[in-house]
């Protein structure tokens, strides 16, 4: 596994969870920049297309030592195999219980609330049914981070799960600077606050934040 | 690990997927039947937020050997946990990288297609938007039935990846089962369709069909 590649954008939350997966595992790779609005939508064109059909960032491109590209998508399945390939530092409890916990919290971001909210849901909103879509995504928002702030409580360290990071804060923290698009009042969940927190004094949350990356435009 | 309870819904695909992976791996449990549309949604009672706050099916819940009774919900997470417990037979692929792509799809179904068009979705864009919550619904599936089609091309046996039953059919049977109720016509789907049929033969999938669940209505 060499030459590694991320399609991704600087603002979409999957991409922030690989980057971090990434920067967590000390894997470098190429930043390959998506721009899901210009152009119509950059993930929407043939090239794009080719690499992955579903049309989402980020994908992850690499080659094998015999000269095979190989790609995968899906941000969760990607941290996975990460974990596989290097699984030192650990996103993933050692015990079976707190694992399948840490999971939860991840899946409950990645299918309960990102996909109600991310671009191409607001865009369809916007255009096809004439909808408010700031208030639609601070509603999905809304009701997310209240069940979260309540799962979060029976295995709650420095982080979501004990006092290592996993995959539920990678997921959380990226939720949280998206959720705030929405112009949403966060001080409800004051346990997930001093979550992301702790989260933020981390290098690896510093280097794959998206304000700092190449394509950013802040603001 | 005893006295497993499946909080579930005969209808709803997640939990078809998680009743899915307890026959798979011949683990008994009761099912708990939890009505999302009877007495404005069950899962909105105080009842089951106490059993889980994300208001979702399914939740698997069960008791441990010193009594004590724990809980689990997203039906990955959950899936995730019973291979760890029951590993054989193996619902994710031995290589690794065929295992990243069978989660993959897997995640496709669960973030990028089912959360669109889940109950709570639909509700809301026929009540705050005025929407037609049918043609939404089929936009979406179809978006993500012609992605899928393309993505199980490199790893297509008999099933999704390989020959063996693994994770991605277990999402994409119910899949498909939802998103006939769109009114979709799925001929342009003839892998996916295959890969249907194939698991319809297999005893794990017929015993855990939405239509022969204790609280199925069909029709």
Chains 1, 2 share one sequence.
Not at 83 to 102: F, G, I, K, T, V
Not at 129 to 135: E, P, R
Request: charged share 20%; hydrophobic share 40%; aromatic share 8%.
């Amino acid at each position: 596994m060499k030459d590694l590649r991320l399609h991704n954008y600087w603002r979409s939350s999957a991409s922030w969870r690989v980057r971090l997966g990434l920067n967590l595992k000390g894997l470098p790779f190429e930043y390959v920049a998506v721009h899901l609005l210009k152009d119509g939508g950059q993930q929407n064109s043939d090239a794009y297309r080719a690499v992955n059909p579903m049309r989402t960032v980020p994908t992850l491109e690499w080659t094998e030592a015999d000269g095979t590209v190989r790609r995968l998508s899906q941000s969760l399945a990607i941290l996975e195999f990460l974990q596989d390939h290097a699984p030192s530092p650990s996103l993933y409890p050692e015990d079976a219980y707190l694992r399948a916990r840490a999971r939860m919290l991840a899946e409950y971001v990645n299918s309960g609330m990102q996909p109600m909210q991310n671009l191409s849901v607001l865009q369809r909103i916007k255009a096809e049914l004439n909808g408010d879509d700031k208030a639609w995504g601070a509603y999905w928002n809304t009701r997310g981070l209240e069940a979260l702030e309540k799962m979060v409580q029976p295995t709650v360290g420095r982080f979501c799960v004990g006092d290592s990071v996993t995959l539920a804060d990678v997921c959380l923290v990226p939720q949280l600077y998206g959720a705030r698009r929405f112009a949403l009042d966060l001080s409800p969940y004051p346990t997930l606050l001093r979550i992301e927190a702790a989260c933020a004094e981390h290098p690896a949350f510093q280097a794959s934040h998206p304000d700092r990356q190449p394509d950013a435009t802040p603001g």
